[in-house]
């Protein structure tokens, strides 16, 4: 029985909209059906922006086929960085209107992950600098090259008057993105807020991760492809006296953020944060039935050595790893997992996690084709390859009696 | 209303030098940070000066710190400087001396460039060597979770950590996320950092968009024209008020309250009528419970952009009235530079220094106030000894992202606004 009934006995935090630009398309319905189908997007050959030496034979899931005009002002999304474009048509979505034309709304936030922002305009700034020299820099691709240009686009355009907070990070920041808007929520400081994290395709950037075997260099590597996205959820504040609305599709009632004291190993950087965002939701271990984990084809950073150390590995649990259907994507990926609690939760199905090759306890079930859920709780991990891990403790909506 | 939030440690290094106190010791002379570029050929570039780093302090051969960036290094020095390292990097010795877990100590680093100024090394060897051939190993130093490890190691410290990338208003926006880390309960200590290198990036970048002045940076003048690119690196540790008096501590300052906001009005302009920095400041005055005649001084943003001063003074007179022309003011960028990203926190630090000594180092380059601004100011041209007890500090930056902080003096244990 879910925790919350009609009037949960503290303030809640309620997800109210979602909004997704991906390689699966455009739209959080879209990319939803298209995940529980397993319907991901054939290879791609990556684009060459700076002849960066990309591996030949590696791919990518960008998120192609559609024009950013058709879903945004085309008067100003042409100008902007990818980044930005992507960001602002998510944010849309999850506000659920389209430009701003009322009042501003003040009390609304933004705060947006990414671990690059816009390295496209970034690099083409840098390269035209150091081709043309001081006096040639180009005011557009600067101001937009900038990391909080999305955050800035999203607050203008929907005309909210919160904090815009653009953070940088490692493959969880949209999930220290969702712990950050808890907090505020929770405090008051705003009654609802903006939350997720994109990442776009650069082919240096793609150069330098696949040198790195972060990013996959062919298809037959066991890391993932370089993907791109963004994934934005709206969150509303539910005051402790009052009813969870009913298209609150599910509650955000944890978090919790650490870092490992050994190295790269994320294993107890994960540990601690579990236990954390356990404790800060109040909830036992028993209780999680769901975990949506950062983990690809491989489980690079340990993430499992860390959860079965918190979670009993006899009890049954089902497994989700989007990163095996939206690739690396930094902040996209750990927006998608976010998203995908939540629509488990909401629907009550899962989506497949193709080609995995970790290692989980007998009991812990990793679905390779969609399958009906009854999860009422859900836990979202992502351990980074740096040694952190951020963990975010979802629950299902109650129902009326 | 906020609980009141101990300060407890500083640490600072901009272009005037490396230490807290060197820094306040050149200020207060007068003396400004911002000289002839020697970095950077600015021969044929209507631009000639700046803030540039200074050297980068020894941290000894435990913290394996040789590898990484000057600026990543210069963070961690002023970090051990705010945990009152003095000398002792040894990890875990904040932990022990404040006696918490390593769970529980937190890090918020506010900067504009993240991890980015490794693109001029990257972009250097794709000039020399063609894009087949460049050295894209440098671009592992792009990884900003990379650096947070190589932080907390040294640091000692395992809590919650985030980098917030509000262009100008980052560095404010990592003490902010202080605040909330412990009003929240997620952590009993948090350092709260702020940093940006003088970088050929945002030197061309602002200059592109005619914000960098060509002569002096005269804020709040007839006839500014921009400011001065200058490098900054600052570090706060905040702790819960309660934890400090237990172990009877006297705190450095308190953060009274905070506010931040968003324009949503221009990507690079700030509101003309200053909308979002209003909202920022009150929100801060209703954080800290105050009436806006309570501020002793302001620490002003003062880019001596001829728009963004407009602005802001708009939105202090609006804020603050009548009384707007009572208030001292403080512009630290002539003297430091504009430290972008970690701006915010080393004006911070400013802030916090004025309440310890009670004075205002003087505002250089100012003068007579621009008439069109409409507005009586009371801007120091010299150092000026005053009684105060709240300075707020301003931050208004790119994106119309807006943060204020309200530092409070400490006089006594106050139990109506301590931390329980």
Not at chain 1, 7 to 28: F, T
């Amino acid at each position: 029985m879910s925790r919350y009934k009609k009037s949960p006995a503290e303030g809640a935090v309620g997800i109210r909209g979602l909004g997704v630009v991906a390689p699966q398309g455009v739209g959080a319905e879209v990319f939803w059906q298209r995940l529980l189908a397993g319907d991901s997007r054939p290879p791609q050959t990556p684009p060459s922006i700076f002849d960066a030496p990309v591996p030949a034979r590696a791919h990518t899931l960008e998120a192609t086929g559609f024009e950013a005009g058709e879903y945004a002002d085309p008067r100003i999304v042409r100008r902007l960085s990818r980044y930005s474009a992507i960001s602002l048509i998510a944010a849309q979505e999850a506000m659920g209107s389209g430009d701003h034309d009322g009042e501003p709304r003040d009390d609304v936030a933004v705060i947006l992950g990414t671990a690059f922002g816009s390295g496209v305009y970034h690099f083409e700034y840098y390269n035209k600098l150091f081709e043309d020299g001081l006096k040639e820099a180009s005011p557009l691709l600067f101001s937009e090259s900038v990391i909080n240009a999305a955050t800035g686009h999203i607050t203008h355009r929907l005309g909210l008057r919160g904090p815009g907070l653009a953070l940088v990070g490692g493959e969880d920041v949209a999930l220290k993105a969702a712990a950050l808007a808890i907090d505020k929520l929770r405090l008051g400081d705003v009654s609802a807020a903006l939350v997720g994290g994109t990442d776009e395709y650069c082919d240096v950037l793609h150069a330098s991760l696949a040198d790195q075997r972060i990013v996959a260099r062919d298809t037959h590597d066991t890391a993932c492809p370089y993907g791109e996205g963004s994934a934005v959820l709206m969150l509303q504040r539910i005051a402790a006296d009052a009813s969870v609305p009913e298209d609150a599709l599910a509650l955000l009632v944890g978090a919790g953020n650490a870092r490992s004291p050994r190295g790269t190993d994320a294993s107890d950087a994960v540990r601690m944060a579990v236990s954390a965002a356990l404790r800060d939701a109040r909830m036992e271990a028993s209780e999680i039935d769901l975990i949506v984990s950062g983990a690809g084809i491989l489980d690079v950073a340990g993430e499992f050595a860390g959860l079965v150390s918190v979670l009993d590995p006899e009890r049954p649990r089902i497994i989700c790893a989007p990163k095996t259907q939206v690739g690396e994507a930094f902040a996209f990926s750990s927006a998608t997992q976010l998203l995908v609690a939540t629509l488990t939760l909401a629907r009550g199905e899962v989506p497949p996690s193709p080609r995995t090759r970790f290692d989980l306890p007998a009991s812990w079930r990793l679905p390779q084709a969609r399958e009906k859920s009854d999860a009422r709780n859900a836990l979202v991990v992502c351990g980074t390859r740096a040694g952190s891990a951020t963990a975010v403790i979802l629950a299902r909506s109650p129902e009326e009696s | 209303m906020h609980p009141r939030i101990a300060i407890t440690g500083l640490g600072l290094t901009t272009s005037l030098g490396v230490g807290v106190e060197e820094n306040w010791r050149r200020l207060v002379r007068g003396e400004s940070g911002v000289r002839p570029l020697r970095s950077i050929d600015v021969s044929d570039y209507p631009v000639k000066d700046g803030g540039e780093d200074p050297p980068v302090p020894d941290l000894g051969p435990d913290l394996d710190a040789a590898r990484r960036t000057p600026e990543l290094r210069h963070l961690l020095h002023v970090c051990l400087e705010a945990c009152g390292a003095s000398g002792d990097s040894t990890r875990g010795a904040l932990a022990r001396r404040l006696d918490l877990e390593a769970t529980r100590i937190g890090l918020a680093v506010g900067s504009s460039l993240a991890a980015s100024t490794v693109s001029e090394a990257f972009f250097e060897s794709r000039r020399d060597r063609g894009a087949a051939s460049a050295d894209y190993g440098i671009l592992r130093g792009y990884h900003v979770d990379d650096q947070f490890r190589f932080l907390q190691d040294g640091l000692g410290i395992q809590g919650a950590s985030v980098l917030v990338s509000n262009a100008c208003a980052a560095g404010a926006g990592s003490v902010a996320r202080a605040s909330d880390w412990i009003r929240a309960g997620r952590c009993d200590a948090v350092i709260a950092a702020g940093l940006d290198a003088f970088s050929v990036f945002t030197f061309a970048g602002f200059g592109s968009l005619m914000a960098l002045s060509t002569g002096v940076s005269r804020p709040f003048a007839a006839g500014r024209d921009g400011m001065k690119i200058g490098a900054g690196y600052a570090a706060l540790l905040l702790e819960p008020l309660a934890r400090v008096l237990e172990r009877g501590d006297r705190p450095l300052a308190l953060l009274a309250g905070y506010g931040e906001s968003s324009d949503a009005h221009h990507l690079t302009h700030p509101h003309p009528e200053g909308d979002g920095a209003v909202l920022a400041m009150g929100r801060a005055l209703e954080a800290a419970g105050l009436a806006a005649d309570a501020i002793d001084a302001i620490n002003c943003h003062a880019t001596a952009t001829p728009s963004n001063d407009a602005a802001e003074v708009k939105a202090m007179a609006r804020v603050f009235g009548e009384s707007l022309k009572s208030i001292p003011l403080y512009t630290p960028k002539p003297a430091v530079g504009h430290a972008l990203g970690g701006a915010g926190t080393v004006e911070a630090i400013l802030s916090v220094l004025f309440l310890r000594e009670q004075c205002l180092a003087p505002s250089l380059g100012v003068g007579e106030v621009d008439p069109a601004l409409e507005v009586e100011l009371d801007l120091c041209t010299e150092a000026r000894d005053l009684p105060m007890r709240y300075v707020m500090s301003n931050s208004f930056g790119f994106g119309g992202s807006n943060a204020s902080l309200i530092f409070e003096r400490f006089e006594s244990p106050d139990p109506a606004g301590g931390e329980a």
